[in-house]
């Protein structure tokens, strides 16, 4: 999904005239001019959470899903970082190669939907911090709100291994083995 300034507009456009309907129609008093400010408040801090200044332009790359879908297969580098936000990626882990050294991922999840698919004989640690959120681990663990931890069976802290660090808010975090 391509963004652009037109289809915030619209957006925007769209949410004033329903509070207007809502207003008329159905006489209650609902705070448009509020409204567009508030709206206004939350587009200039999904900005900044992306932290790009050509934010229409390029709203998703390889390692940063905003307002739509992806699915990603492994990592190439030593410390590689995935973003979601407002939107739902998969991201498959399970042809991972150890064979050059340990893994270090971390996974952001803000509004938006991760689901995460690792091989289970792989040697794997796994931190999901979460804040009105849910974090599901394959050992059963979950979070809401607090800190989900999970090791397979196959970890060693001096063999070469993946180490996952989640962080999720208001959003959806999920760890399934194959």
Same mark, same amino acid.
Not at 104 to 132: C, H, M, Q, V, W
């Given at each position: 999904?391509?963004?652009?300034?037109?289809?915030?507009?619209?957006?925007?456009?769209?949410?004033?005239?329903?509070?207007?309907?809502?207003?008329?129609?159905?006489?209650?008093?609902?705070?448009?001019?509020?409204?567009?400010?508030?709206?206004?408040?939350?587009?200039?801090?999904?900005?900044?959470?992306?932290?790009?200044?050509?934010?229409?332009?390029?709203?998703?790359?390889?390692?940063?899903?905003?307002? #739509? /879908? !992806?699915?990603?297969?492994?990592?190439?580098?030593?410390?590689?970082?995935?973003? %979601?936000? *407002? @939107? $739902?990626?998969?991201?498959?882990?399970?042809?991972?190669?150890?064979?050059?050294?340990?893994?270090?991922?971390?996974?952001?999840?803000?509004?938006?939907?991760?689901?995460?698919?690792?091989?289970?004989?792989?040697?794997?640690?796994?931190?999901?911090?979460?804040?009105?959120?849910?974090?599901?681990?394959?050992?059963?663990?979950?979070?809401?709100?607090?800190?989900?931890?999970?090791? #397979? /069976? !196959?970890?060693?802290?001096?063999?070469?291994?993946?180490?996952?660090?989640?962080? %999720?808010? *208001? @959003? $959806?975090?999920?760890?399934?083995?194959?």
């Amino acid at each position: 999904m391509k963004m652009g300034a037109a289809l915030f507009w619209g957006v925007l456009l769209i949410l004033i005239g329903i509070g207007i309907v809502i207003r008329v129609v159905f006489n209650i008093n609902f705070p448009v001019v509020k409204f567009v400010i508030a709206f206004s408040l939350i587009f200039i801090g999904i900005k900044l959470l992306v932290g790009k200044s050509n934010f229409w332009h390029d709203c998703t790359d390889k390692d940063t899903t905003v307002f #739509s /879908e !992806s699915k990603i297969h492994g990592v190439e580098e030593n410390f590689k970082e995935y973003n %979601v936000i *407002f @939107g $739902s990626s998969i991201i498959d882990l399970r042809d991972i190669d150890l064979s050059k050294g340990s893994k270090d991922i971390r996974i952001n999840t803000i509004f938006g939907s991760t689901y995460l698919k690792i091989n289970e004989a792989t040697p794997i640690k796994i931190k999901a911090d979460a804040a009105f959120s849910s974090a599901k681990l394959p050992n059963g663990n979950t979070a809401a709100f607090g800190t989900g931890r999970y090791e #397979s /069976e !196959s970890f060693s802290k001096d063999t070469n291994h993946i180490y996952i660090r989640g962080d %999720v808010v *208001f @959003g $959806s975090f999920e760890v399934r083995t194959y």
